[in-house]
């Protein structure tokens, strides 16, 4: 399977611990995104990184939101000291240049 | 600012009849534009594209889509609806520059009579 993965799928947590997503891009694509999706909406931009480098933040990304992807490869998304209001499905994208993006199955947070 | 409006939240229609989905943007130049579908807990496949060309667009699963400048719509069409098309649809509009950064509409669930 050449998709994108991510793991885990789900992940129950409780207020104030940490939480770290792992997201595996189609292997010849050089963008990586991350985006954030609740209940009866779209999917909303988090994050975006060409290569290793991150290049833009939305403002939704508060202090306590980390995204690393070392190595161009694979990305970690962490989550500190969690928040009720943060769960949601996370979702990674990847792309090679601007033409659409392809996702992977998310991750589905609930912070009790 | 981009924006991507889909006005129907949801809609339900027999199988076998036809399928329009609504999709407004509001972008200034030329829009890279988007279908995705969701299934419940899943991620979001591609449908179709438009960048340019042919106004008139094919995708996968039978869906095509057709760009109007002058409406500033790109609406979602199915001739003849099957039971497993029931999902959420999303219409995204991207901006082309160096990001590829996408810009979603709330969605459409379409749900599905027999």
């Known amino acids: 399977d050449t998709g994108v993965s991510q793991d885990p799928r789900h992940k129950i947590t409780k207020r104030g611990q940490n939480v770290t997503f792992r997201c595996d891009p189609i292997?010849?694509?050089?963008?990586l995104y991350w985006y954030r999706q609740t209940l009866g909406q779209g999917p909303e931009f988090l994050t975006y990184f060409q290569n290793e480098a991150q290049l833009e933040k939305s403002r939704l990304l508060s202090d306590r939101f980390s995204a690393e992807r070392p190595k161009g490869s694979f990305s970690t998304l962490e989550i500190q000291r969690t928040e009720q209001g943060d769960s949601a499905m996370y979702l990674c994208a990847s792309s090679l240049g601007v033409r659409g993006l392809f996702f992977g199955s998310g991750t589905q947070l609930s912070v009790l | 600012a981009q924006s991507v409006t889909q006005p129907d939240i949801h809609i339900t229609v027999s199988e076998g009849a036809s399928l329009e989905l609504r999709c407004n943007y509001s972008?200034?130049?030329?829009?890279?534009l988007f279908w995705y579908v969701q299934s419940p807990g899943q991620g979001l496949q591609l449908l179709l594209k438009y960048f340019s060309g042919d106004t008139l667009v094919q995708g996968i699963k039978g869906f095509e889509a057709e760009f109007k400048r002058s409406q500033s719509s790109f609406n979602l069409r199915k001739p003849s609806v099957h039971w497993s098309d029931a999902a959420e649809y999303f219409c995204?509009?991207?901006?082309?520059?160096?990001?590829?950064?996408?810009?979603f509409g709330k969605g459409t669930k379409l749900s599905v009579k027999p």
């Open positions: 995204a509009v991207g901006d082309g520059g160096s990001q590829g950064n996408l810009i």
């Open positions: 972008y200034g130049a030329t829009p890279y």
């Open positions: 292997s010849e694509h050089n963008r």
